[in-house]
C-alpha cells in the first residue's frame, strides 16, 4: 500500500467500507483511511506540553456538542483527556502521511469521533470538504471550508449528470407539501409499539417468574434480561434500545411542555393584538435536529436561546415569536431512536419563555399566520424554511453557516443587527434570483444520497453514491484543487 501518494484523510464508515470491498486499489492509492474505533495509547506519542494545552483549548470551543454527547458525568474529565490524546495521534498521522484534504460525510461535525478528527485536520490547517444533506433536493453538496464554520463555500466541481428539476422549485407541488410533513410513520408506531406491548408483556412475564418462586431477583431478572435483549437488537439494528427508551421519554415529556405552552400563547394572542405596530417583531424558526444544526453550523449562535439574547440586546421590546419545526414529533430518523436530539428539553423552552418568547407549534394556526406576516422580520439558525422564502420572493435573516449561505434573499443576522439594511429588490425578480442561484449550485455539482437507514443493508443501493464519492476523490487529489 503506497502512503506516500495519498493526499485525501477519511474517517471510517460502513461507506468506506463497502468503498473499500468495491474498489479497493483506488481508494488505497487515493485516501488515508481513519479509524474512528482506534483510540489509542499516547505512549509512543511524542508531544510537548503545549501541545496538549492547544487540543484541549480547541476541545473547549465544542463544549456544546460535548456536554451533549457525555452521559457519564463521573467520567467527564478521563474522556476529555483521552480525546486529546486521540486528537494528538490524528494529527501526527495527517502530517505523516502528508494528507492535504479531509473528506467528511457528514454536514457538519456533531459526534465526538468527527468533532476529534475535525480539530485534528484545522491543528494543521488541512482544507475540509463536508458533504452536506439537504432535503430540498435529497442530494449532497461538497462543502469547502478553512478553519471555522464561518469560511464555508460551496465546492464549485462539476461530479455527475444530475441536474436540478425545476419543478422542484414550484412551491405548488406535492414535494414541498409533503416537505414539512411527518415522515416514516410506520417506524414511528412499531418504536411506540415495541416499548408500549413488548416492554410491558416482558415486565409481566418476569413478574409471573418471580412469584412462582424461581429463586430469582426481580430486579436482577429484568435487567439481565433487557441487558440480553438489548444486545441482540443492537446486533441487528445498530443501536441500544435501552438507551433510546430513556431519550423516548425525555422527548415525550418535552413535546407535552410544548403542547401546554403553544395553549398559553395561543391564549394570551387571543386576549392582545396579533401583531404590536409599535414594536419590532421577529418569527423565528427551528431548526431540526439540535447538535447537527444549531451548532455548529450556528457557529456563535449554539442554540435558539442565543438567537432570542442577541436580537433583544438591540430590540429589547421587540415581540419575539418562536415556531417549533414540525419534525420534532418524529420518534425515530432511519430506523433509529432519537438519540440526535430531535426535540428540545423543558427546560429550553422554559427559558424562551423568560425571554418573552411566544411558543407555538407549527401545527398552530397563529404560527401558519406569521408565516404570511409582511411587517415582521423572519429569522433562522440554517433552516430550509429560508430556501422556500427566498423562492417566494422573501428575505430571511440567517443566524448560522447553512450551506445555503449567500442564497439571493438570505441576509446575516449580524449584519442586520450591526446596521446593513435589506435591498430594495422586487418579489418577482428575487425569486428568479434565488432559483438561478440553486440551479447553478446544483446542476452536475452534487453527489446521489446513500441511504443511511440502519434498516438499509443492501450494498446495490447505494452505488451511485460511491460512484460519485469517487469522483469527487479523484477530482480533489488533482494539483489544481489542492492548491
Avoid at 64 to 85: D, N, Y
Avoid at 219 to 233: A, E, G, H, V, Y
Avoid at 442 to 460: G, V
Amino acid at each position: 500500500m503506497e502512503f506516500s501518494r495519498a493526499k485525501i484523510a477519511m474517517l471510517q464508515s460502513s461507506f468506506t467500507e463497502w468503498l473499500i470491498d468495491s474498489d479497493p486499489q483506488f481508494f488505497n492509492n487515493k485516501c488515508i483511511l481513519f479509524e474512528s474505533k482506534e483510540f489509542e495509547t499516547a505512549k509512543d506519542l511524542d508531544f510537548a506540553l503545549s501541545d496538549l494545552k492547544n487540543v484541549e483549548a480547541a476541545l473547549e470551543l465544542w463544549s456544546p456538542v460535548f456536554m451533549r454527547r457525555i452521559a457519564s458525568w463521573h467520567k467527564h474529565e478521563i474522556i476529555k483527556k483521552s480525546l486529546c490524546f486521540q486528537i494528538l495521534i490524528w494529527k501526527e498521522r495527517l502530517e505523516k502521511f502528508d494528507c492535504k484534504i479531509a473528506l467528511f460525510e457528514t454536514a457538519a461535525s456533531h459526534h465526538l469521533e468527527t468533532l476529534s478528527f475535525e480539530i485534528a485536520c484545522d491543528l494543521i490547517g488541512i482544507r475540509k470538504i463536508f458533504l452536506s444533506h439537504t432535503s430540498f433536493t435529497g442530494r449532497l453538496i461538497p462543502i469547502c471550508q478553512i478553519g471555522s464554520y464561518a469560511n464555508r463555500s460551496i465546492l464549485d466541481i462539476e461530479l455527475s449528470d444530475w441536474s436540478l428539476d425545476k419543478q422542484r422549485m414550484d412551491l405548488h407541488s406535492n414535494f414541498w407539501k409533503s416537505r414539512t410533513s411527518l415522515q416514516n410513520r410506520q417506524e414511528t408506531w412499531f418504536v411506540y409499539f415495541y416499548f408500549v406491548l413488548l416492554g410491558k408483556s416482558l415486565r409481566t412475564t418476569l413478574k409471573l417468574m418471580w412469584l412462582l418462586g424461581k429463586g430469582v431477583s426481580y430486579q436482577t431478572s429484568i435487567n439481565t434480561t433487557s441487558q440480553t435483549l438489548d444486545s441482540k437488537l443492537a446486533d441487528i439494528f445498530g443501536y441500544r434500545v435501552c438507551d433510546e427508551y430513556r431519550i423516548y421519554r425525555t422527548q415525550i415529556s418535552a413535546l407535552k411542555f410544548l403542547k401546554r405552552s403553544n395553549r398559553l400563547s395561543e391564549k394570551i394572542l387571543a386576549k392582545e393584538s396579533f401583531i404590536n405596530s409599535d414594536r419590532q417583531v421577529f418569527i423565528l424558526y427551528a431548526n431540526f435536529q439540535p447538535e447537527s444544526s444549531s451548532f455548529p453550523l450556528g457557529g456563535t449562535y449554539t442554540s435558539h436561546i442565543d438567537v432570542v439574547l442577541r436580537i433583544r440586546e438591540k430590540f429589547p421590546d421587540a415581540q419575539i415569536f418562536y415556531i417549533e419545526h414540525p419534525h420534532v414529533n418524529r420518534l425515530v430518523v432511519r430506523g433509529s431512536g432519537s438519540r440526535v436530539g430531535l426535540a428540545r428539553s423543558i427546560q429550553y423552552y422554559k427559558i424562551l419563555q423568560r425571554l418573552g418568547c411566544y411558543i407555538l407549534s407549527s401545527k398552530s394556526s397563529y404560527a401558519t399566520d406569521l408565516k404570511l406576516s409582511c411587517g415582521a422580520l423572519h429569522v433562522t439558525i440554517s433552516g430550509n424554511i429560508a430556501i422556500e422564502r427566498a423562492l417566494r420572493g422573501q428575505i430571511t435573516l440567517i443566524a448560522g453557516c447553512p450551506w445555503f449561505k449567500g442564497l439571493p434573499g438570505t441576509i446575516l443576522l449580524d449584519d442586520f443587527i450591526s446596521g446593513s439594511n435589506f435591498d430594495n429588490v422586487a418579489e418577482d425578480n428575487l425569486k428568479s434570483l434565488a432559483q438561478a442561484w440553486i440551479l447553478s449550485v446544483h446542476n452536475k455539482k452534487t453527489l446521489a444520497q446513500p441511504d443511511w437507514s440502519i434498516l438499509n443493508k443492501e450494498r446495490d443501493k447505494n452505488e451511485a453514491y460511491f460512484e460519485d464519492l469517487k469522483t469527487l476523490v479523484a477530482k480533489l487529489t488533482s494539483t489544481k484543487i489542492v492548491s
